[in-house]
């Protein structure tokens, strides 16, 4: 991360924290961990939600996925801004992860492979989790993964509250990542 990227996080934090949700941007082993179910079919669509400063985005593109496969949903404008300019070729789309389905048929895509999730789940209600829950649903092909980090260890909140998951996934994989400030859990579901 350059140190460009940095400040653009820490000037942003204290203005969005409940929007950014964490308090430094993922490390590259939280990005790799987040990245290690991603399907490298030759067509499939993979989308990031919450592209940040883009550690992620460049881990996707990393694993071998090619950048016309790759679609970042990023609502603060800064960061839409920055990712854009890092990854001149990925569709970056500056828009609301709780309209992904409409987000998407905007731009013609009803069906996606793999969704890469980093909004912070825990600064939401159980009816905005819900929502995005359908959303990704909606949009995830049967078979299709979603990969989701967050904060809480122990809790594992999705895991746990199964009526979340309203038997549209089942959870295949889930690691901590001690090396990451601070250190997350990453769980990867499959669309059933």
């Known amino acids: 991360m350059s140190a460009h990227e940095l400040l653009k996080f820490l000037t942003l934090l204290p203005r969005a924290p409940a929007q950014i949700g964490a308090i430094a941007p993922s490390s590259r082993w939280l990005a790799k961990a987040m990245v290690e179910w991603i ?35 990023e609502r603060l404008p800064e960061f839409t801004t920055l990712l854009r300019r890092k990854h001149p070729n990925v569709r970056v789309i500056e828009a609301d992860a709780f309209e992904l389905s409409s987000v ?27 929502k995005l829950i359908e959303e990704i649903a909606q949009v995830l092909v049967v078979g299709g993964l979603w990969t989701q980090f967050g904060y809480h260890l122990y809790d594992r909140t999705l895991v ?33």
């Open 104 to 130: 998407l048929a905007s731009i013609g895509i009803t069906q996606v492979h793999a969704i890469i999730s980093s909004l912070p789940l825990r600064n939401f209600s159980c009816s905005q989790i819900q």
């Open 160 to 192: 746990k509250r199964r009526e979340f998951l309203n038997g549209k996934f089942r959870m295949i994989g889930t690691k901590i990542v001690w090396l990451n400030l601070p250190p997350a859990r990453v769980c990867t579901f499959r669309r059933i």
């Open 39 to 73: 399907p490298l079919e030759k067509h499939g669509l993979v989308v990031e939600l919450g592209g940040g400063t883009g550690a992620i985005t460049q881990a996707i593109l990393n694993r071998g996925l090619h950048q016309e496969q790759l679609i970042v949903i």
